[in-house]
């Protein structure tokens, strides 16, 4: 009878031991198969709500706050400086932030460096391409969306724009020139303008482009100004990848004979330029920061948790996983059939039907003259990572505007 009660008693005991190591389990959020109440997100930004980019990228925080509520606590940090951004970094860190996005080229080797101080923390970097370099880190990640796509389409509506003007003899064939104000001669911005022109001369055969660098992505200034420099040049479309409205500024107060026609970045910009801005595209951060976000709830990998084309710690897509959108068509200066052209354009990309750097065109590396490129054979843009890589300028097509 004795050993029977102890028995019991045994039993009773290592019952409620286990029962009380399960509630600390669950409540720490590490048992399999659950999900943490609350995540807290950070984020670090180049810009603030009044520049394109950073505006854009807000919209995935805003996401978040409506997908999750008050389970999500988010802190943003606004015009962070690229010479110290660590001191941002550890400061979210230090708030016990789970996961921490930053949002510009410039903040990866420091957010790099802060992924191996904090191992605990997830780090995502947009639009960088060190992830999986030496050392790779389970908790840093690169993402960025296949842009090139989104451009070509509307280099695609603003050929079409220009064999209209030719047509109806606003211009002249020789005149169908493109301008595009680009913040450096480096991948992102080379392979965006390329596509541009790539798009255009599917429907203007003829047209060609002027670049003009700013050096600095966000100065109004500098980019009006430079949109002002390719208008004098004789450029009758201006598109961009900087970070302010100054080029669709510079569009709607050009007094010319003919209206020089904006197509924007990041942000629809019709509001600034109602009689000139022709249509956009935009990155959709949304799809990834809900992802990560959603991984870190379930404590789970977040490139497991991605509809994207995935690249070991980098992941990127494009129409096919909305991470790319067109813009709003201006409808009132659009060419005719330019919505259907959008569509059919778009669905082609989701059916892997368009290749965008293939031609009868050959180009260079800016910073080495010997490395050069036949696009003969297909240049495959974000084969190996989300971040672009053609850095070629073509030969007799574009011309660089110092």
């Known amino acids: ?80 400086a690229y010479d110290d951004p660590s001191t941002v970094i550890r400061e ?24 191996a101080q904090y191992p605990k923390i997830q780090f995502c970097q947009a639009t960088c391409e060190d992830a999986n370099q030496e050392p790779v880190l389970p908790n840093y990640h690169n993402f960025m969306g296949e842009i090139y796509e989104g451009v070509y389409v509307t280099g695609c509506v603003a050929g079409r724009k220009l064999q209209e003007m030719i047509d109806k003899g606003s211009i002249r064939e020789e005149e169908a020139m493109l301008g595009y104000v680009g ?9 965006a303008y390329t596509s541009f022109l790539l ?14 660098y700013t050096g600095t992505w966000s100065n109004y200034m500098k980019e009006k100004e430079c949109a002002e420099k390719l208008i004098g040049e004789g450029c009758v479309v201006i598109s961009q990848d900087t970070d302010t409205v100054g080029p669709a500024v510079a569009c709607e107060n050009a007094a010319l004979p003919y209206p020089v026609i904006h197509v924007s970045y990041n942000q629809d910009m019709i509001s600034v330029a109602p ?44 129409f ?26 778009v669905e082609a990309f989701k059916n892997g039907k368009v290749h965008v750097f293939l031609g009868d065109y050959t180009g ?9 490129t036949d696009l003969r054979t297909e240049y495959k843009e974000n084969s ?3 971040a672009p890589t053609f850095h070629y300028v073509l030969d007799e097509v574009i011309e660089v505007v110092e």
């Open 1 to 80: 009878m004795k050993d029977e009660k102890s028995g019991i008693l045994l039993t009773v005991l290592t019952s409620f031991l286990v029962l009380l190591v399960f509630i600390s389990i669950r409540m720490s959020g590490d048992w399999p198969g659950t999900e943490r109440e609350k995540v807290t997100a950070g984020f670090i930004y180049v810009g603030d709500e009044s520049t394109p980019y950073t505006a854009n990228f807000m919209r995935a925080a805003e996401d978040l706050r409506t997908r999750y509520g008050s389970r999500v606590r988010i802190l943003e940090r606004f015009n962070v």
């Open 92 to 115: 979210l860190a230090e708030e016990k932030c789970d996961i921490i996005f930053a949002n510009s080229y410039g903040y990866g080797e420091a957010m790099k460096k802060m992924a």
């Open 183 to 191: 913040a450096f001669p480096v991948a992102e911005v080379i392979s």
């Open 199 to 212: 798009g255009a001369r599917t429907e203007c055969p003829v047209a060609r482009m002027k670049v003009c």
């Open 275 to 318: 009689t000139t801005s022709l249509t956009g595209c935009r990155i959709d951060w949304s799809p990834y920061v809900c992802s990560a976000v959603d991984a870190v709830f379930r404590d789970v990998s977040i490139e497991d948790e991605l509809d994207a084309h995935i690249h070991g710690k980098d992941a990127g897509a494009g």
């Open 320 to 345: 096919s996983g909305g991470w790319v959108e067109m813009l709003e068509l201006n409808r009132v200066i659009a060419p005719e059939g330019a919505a259907k052209l959008i569509n059919d354009t």
């Open 364 to 372: 260079r590396d800016p910073e080495d003259p010997a490395d050069v």
């Open 384 to 386: 190996k990572g989300s």
